[in-house]
């Protein structure tokens, strides 16, 4: 029998039996999706004894796996559904269907303090393997370096200057842009509130003070570990995927040696040199809103800017964006060498490297705020 699929209910007693006819090909697909969705009704109603396919013309495995899922759905207790009537041609693709798993219900257990406790447990042990692993990742860096130091020969320059070009010279735009926006931003909002107590002029004060010691760097370095932070993960990522990793393992190159140690350099050249270009533009945007918003002279700007800072206010600035830089180019590479062979493992770890470097860049900022105070800086 040959034509449109149908699937009718035969009467057996107390018990029915279901009877499949036609073609259960895909071509049939949103019919036989139908039909096969209104016997699975039958659930709990007189008991299902078997599914006859003895009339079937043609079947595919769509047609075959739309037969396993009624008769899974039909099961009930100790009962089996059978497949009744199945022709020699197309029992072993029932039987290949068959075997495919079901998908096991996932089981939802009551909220308790010792599952609290066993989370927060598990998170703070994620929280030391994520230390430990960056611990691991600056000794491997120290001793690259230190190899290279020996061997001066083995130091891969080339590779050290295109990172620099695209960490430092390609970011000059965006970091001077953003930079420059915020430097406004912070005069405007100063010049806004100490006008209310006739001193305008004390913004420079902020200004010089927040953009030298603190602003300029740390919003430096967040756009770094989003930009150049993310990259490494992904450039290194995506090698791990296609085993280039592995294949330099094979020839005899040490990878923290080649791919890992030229990006640090780079990133610790470049943030330096990032933060000063941004702190200038900030102090240049906050000097222009000064002048056109609050009416500050440039001349009297320049001149209460020398009396509010001092070189101390430069160098805390300047000390931080090396150390800075290393912190997020650890977490980046780390990042990037514990991706695995998915697309959605290079996704989770670049979107981790980015969290995590801007966490330990705002955790290192915090550091050094407490020990240059207590230094008297």
Known sequence: MSGDPKLERIAKGNALALCATGTWTASFAPVLERMVADAEKLAGSPQIISIDVSEIAKLDTFGAWLIERLRRSLTQGAVETQIAGLSANYSSLVDEVRRVKATPVVETSAVTISGMLEQIGRAVAGVGGTVAGLVDMLGAVLAASGRVLIHPRSFRLTSTVHHLE???????????????????????????????????????????????????VLLVAIMVAGRSGSAYTAELGSMKMREEIDALRTMGFDPIEVLVLPRMLALVLALPILAFLGAMAALYGGGLVAWLYGGVDPEAFLLRLRDAISID??????????????????????????????????????????????????????VFAIFFASIGM
Do not use: N
């Open 313 to 366: 206010h430069f160098i805390v600035g300047i000390v931080k964006a090396p150390v800075m830089a290393a912190v997020i180019g650890i977490v980046a590479c780390v990042e990037g060498l514990a991706v695995q062979g998915s697309a959605e493992s290079l996704g989770q770890h670049t979107t981790s490297s980015v969290v995590k470097g801007i966490f330990f860049v705002i955790v290192m900022d915090g």
């Open 166 to 216: 695209q960490v430092c010279w390609r970011a000059v735009p965006i970091i001077v842009l953003i930079t420059f926006l915020i430097g406004c931003i912070i005069a405007q909002q100063g010049i806004f509130h100490f006008r209310r107590f006739g001193a305008d002029i004390f913004v420079v004060d902020m200004l010089g003070v927040l953009v030298l010691r603190e602003i300029g």
